[in-house]
């Protein structure tokens, strides 16, 4: 068996995507020490009894002394003044990445932080649950999701094939994309559907009298998935709106379009309407299920 | 063993729910006869294949004859035309149900064709998926789920209790609910989720150019939720929607205020709005999951 790949991993947060990545890690031995960081002294004892780790406290920089691989795994929010915080610590040739669902802002945030001597390389693993903190993680949650990488202009190609084999031995598929798509992508497959999630939840509840605990009771398929989204955590999603803005707010207004087209087509009686827009997207839905059958 | 409880039931249409119906009360052992009819000869023969039901063909009104329980499985918008065509054939103390998601429509199509000698009973089961036709039918769709029974006044006790007896006899939790309410409670539960759905698999289908296969591949978790509940069927849908147009217009209402009340806040980058409303929809998950195990 060869030596892992990496000496040791650093992870700063170890929430949900944090501690899955510990459990993965360990499972590919890809890296021979796994640590982490984290703000709270609470979760860090948490990280600590579920063995997550091999090391765990709230030395946010201190944790990253003798690391080959950092990633930052915070709320998008909160990359910048972790970018800050670790820079001093951090070794030469180390590489630093992140997990975040937004990644213009990242590297805007992030990037001026980072010494010359570390290969900074922007990362998202696309995958996640409604269930949040150090609890939450597994080693399952990246098998067969993608991974999409956005290295910056200039990069040298070494430690970028370094950070896709680490993926790709976390069970990940990996994608490399400019930054700028990638936020443009996921802001119509993620960002906005997690919105329009949260936003009918909270409609629903605010019908209020005595129809509420029956809308409840009566979730049908479609509202019950989106109550589960719409139980994601509300820091990181916060912060993946303040931080896609323009992206967001480019899909969200061509949504509303198409949706007043529809509504008014309700009023109007317009059915064939309905129905041609109904029967284009099961044939998208078809071609998605062909896409990954391929 | 007791004799069954009904002895013969006639399903009139026999695609994702009619079918479902069919194995389930076959599994149930609660007619001692089940037969179909539909308008197309090629999904009776589908359906005779697969061994269904005793007895399908297309002659919609002759397979009423005999039946003490009849079931209109047709989408919502053809539920009135089914009526007029069975109205002739149904025996007297027959019971005729629906299974339509919306339910005042159904009663004002229907109602007016249905001699009175039998007793209108509307129904509501509460499941499905996003595929359809005969071969999508399976015996265990009701599990579990609620089946919501809106009977007209003035409609006697005893027919109500015995559709109710049927429900639950293929797994379903029963409840009554009036006409009304049960449409308003949909609309947000169940059509204004669908509607969401279907628009935004468009929009993304939309945008286009060099992003448009990127968008399927990298679907994340939220858009691949979407893309299932908008394979839904069309022509079932656009029924619901044009038969429940005041509920839904009204609920939809509602949410784009709440959307464009988002769409502000992340405009003017206020994330307390969104933070707060996140936290709230966490909190209406818990109580869902906490009603679903109490």
């Avoid at 030596?3 to 650093?10: D, E, Q, T």
Wanted: include cysteine; proline fraction near 5%; charge should be negative.
């Amino acid at each position: 068996m060869s030596a892992p790949a990496f000496r040791r991993l650093a992870l700063i947060g170890i929430g949900l995507i944090g501690g899955s990545i510990a459990l993965a890690a360990r499972r590919a031995g890809i890296a021979a020490e796994i640590v982490a960081a984290t703000r709270s002294a609470e979760t860090a004892a948490t990280a600590m009894r579920l063995k997550l780790v091999d090391r765990c406290d709230t030395d946010v920089a201190g944790v990253c002394a003798g690391a080959d691989l950092v990633i930052v795994c915070t709320p998008v929010g909160a990359c910048g003044e972790t970018a800050r915080l670790i820079a001093p610590s951090l070794q030469p040739g180390c590489i630093v990445s992140d997990v975040g669902s937004v990644k213009q802002a990242v590297i805007r945030d992030m990037a001026p932080h980072l010494p010359a001597h570390v290969h900074f390389v922007p990362a998202h693993p696309v995958a996640g649950t409604e269930n949040s903190g150090p609890e939450a993680g597994f080693a399952e949650l990246f098998d067969g999701r993608w991974c999409i990488l956005t290295p910056l202009p200039g990069t040298p190609v070494e430690p970028v094939d370094r950070l896709e084999a680490f993926w790709k031995a976390l069970g990940s598929h990996v994608e490399r994309l400019d930054a700028a798509d990638h936020d443009r992508i996921l802001a119509i497959t993620s960002h906005l559907p997690h919105l329009i999630a949260y936003t009918i939840v909270g409609t629903a509840d605010d019908l209020g009298g005595h129809l509420n605990s029956e809308v409840l009771r009566f979730a049908a398929g479609g509202f019950r998935d989106f109550t589960r989204i719409a139980a994601s955590d509300p820091t990181m999603w916060r912060d993946v709106f303040m931080n896609n803005r323009e992206a967001v707010l480019e899909v969200l207004q061509r949504f509303q379009e198409d949706l007043f087209y529809l509504q008014r087509a309700i009023r109007w009686g317009e059915g064939d309407k309905l129905f041609d827009l109904f029967t284009r997207t099961r044939d998208i839905r078809r071609a998605l299920i062909h896409l990954k059958q391929a």
